[in-house]
């Protein structure tokens, strides 16, 4: 019993950090956050994580009657979610600061920590979506420890976050450059493949 549940625990692990890996992640925070003050990065990284973990442990109790209360299907949420992301990793690799950020002003931080990190970056279709199918179907237990694990990732990606300047400046402002680019091109393909997937269950495609 013990070996399945923990053999469960590593599926459920395995699944989350593929899709949200805290360090690859890193980079895309401190592109949002640029120019902001450490105490103002240190909120911006509390508030989007605190809001990813609260959006997704309500999807992985209650996600079939939220999509049914509101007529949302998977795949729309796929196809809006991927444009999303695209759109923001598009402006990273053309190397313009996206639009999303804040003109300066930090009223319009929490909007930053709303989206686009918490959604769709940390909570986005995917990791829904991931979280939903772990949790379909399941006893009591199985759904503890998948929110258990979700709040491991969660508390990794906040480390990440807090911590990135430490973490980058040992890679040094040219990889961190590089990285960004990188970082802003795999959003762009995670985008285009969400819409891809979202239009394949739209329409049954195989």
């Not at 809001?51 to 949420?77: C, E, M, N, R």
């Amino acid at each position: 019993m013990a070996h399945n549940m923990f053999t469960f625990a590593l599926t459920v692990f395995t699944g989350f950090f593929a899709i949200m890996n805290p360090i690859a992640n890193t980079p895309i925070f401190l592109g949002l956050v640029e120019g902001r003050s450490e105490l103002v990065k240190k909120s911006i990284a509390r508030k989007s994580t605190l809001i990813a973990f609260l959006i997704v442990v309500s999807f992985t109790f209650l996600g079939k009657y939220i999509f049914s209360l509101f007529g949302i299907t998977i795949p729309a949420f796929k196809i809006a979610g991927g444009i999303l992301i695209f759109y923001v990793g598009f402006e990273m690799l053309m190397s313009k600061k996206s639009s999303i950020h804040s003109t300066g002003k930090e009223v319009q931080d929490d909007s930053i920590a709303i989206s686009p990190l918490a959604i769709p970056i940390l909570a986005g279709p995917g990791t829904i979506v991931t979280a939903m199918n772990f949790a379909t179907g399941a006893s009591f237990i199985h759904i503890g420890i998948v929110v258990a694990v979700f709040a491991l990732m969660i508390f990794l990606t906040w480390l990440s976050f807090t911590y990135s300047e430490l973490l980058v400046s040992k890679l040094g402002n040219n990889t961190i450059l590089v990285i960004g680019k990188l970082m802003g091109l795999i959003l762009a393909i995670i985008g285009t493949d969400m819409i891809i997937d979202g239009i394949k269950l739209a329409f049954n495609l195989s």
